[in-house]
């Protein structure tokens, strides 16, 4: 498995507040993404990098911003977090090649 | 658009045999993904196909039909430890993300 390393594991934050949650790999792989997991609706994808400072927009993108600098980082910014951005995020990265994408442990992301 | 569709729960008995469903109807097709994933923990990758046929690893085997948009992930021997979620995730170009159904709880019960 991909060396993945979100951080932090669990945040509680108040609405209006930024917040960044990171994404660590140790693999050298080049694709990255960001999906979040809430009850009844599954994986959605926000956003997704297929190479350093190269990224685009998923299917819940609104409210959030990405920026990867070098290929092992990954960061997810909420510029200013609203209640309904409350979720369990996950980071993903693949290799090149149909492959599978690895997941790292999720971030558990609470507004209040 | 993307519609990928499975049932919400299935529930099965200890050293039983379950089939998982999912459907799709997506733009496009290059691949599709079974994951694994237990409460409270991240997915884990079970299995890829993208040719029509079954693919058999150990207990868990997944069938493809691209003509009929439909996959399936069998389950044998279940044990208490399968239950989880079991996640069908669809790659509609070379390079696209994988676009997730919302997953089949199954609950695995003596």
């Known amino acids: 498995d991909a060396g993945i390393t979100q951080s932090p594991r669990h945040k509680v934050t108040e609405t209006g507040t930024p917040v960044t949650l990171r994404c660590h790999q140790t693999?050298?792989?080049?694709?990255m993404y960001w999906y979040r997991q809430d009850p009844g609706h599954g994986l959605r994808l926000i956003h997704y990098?297929?190479?350093?400072?190269?990224?685009d927009k998923g299917e819940v993108s609104d409210g959030y911003s990405v920026s990867r600098s070098k290929t092992e980082d990954f960061l997810l910014t909420l510029e200013s977090a609203t209640s309904s951005q409350t979720s369990v995020y996950f980071c993903?990265?693949?290799?090149?090649?149909?492959?599978?994408?690895?997941f790292g442990q999720g971030t558990r992301l609470t507004v209040v | 658009g993307q519609n990928i569709d499975q049932p919400t729960e299935m529930t099965a008995t200890e050293g039983a045999i379950v089939q998982i469903n999912c459907t799709y109807q997506?733009?496009?097709?290059?691949?599709l993904f079974w994951y694994q994933q237990h409460a409270g923990e991240a997915p884990t990758f079970l299995s890829y196909n993208v040719l029509d046929g079954l693919e058999e690893k150990g207990r868990f085997s997944s069938f493809l039909s691209r003509s009929k948009g439909y996959s399936y992930l069998l389950l044998k021997e279940l044990q208490m430890k399968d239950s989880a979620s079991y996640l069908c995730a669809v790659r509609e170009g070379g390079n696209t993300p994988l676009v997730f159904g919302k997953g089949t709880r199954l609950s695995v019960i003596a």
């Open positions: 997506t733009s496009g097709f290059n691949g």
């Open positions: 990098s297929y190479g350093v400072k190269d990224t």
């Open positions: 993903a990265t693949r290799r090149d090649g149909n492959t599978e994408a690895f």
């Open positions: 693999e050298n792989h080049r694709y």
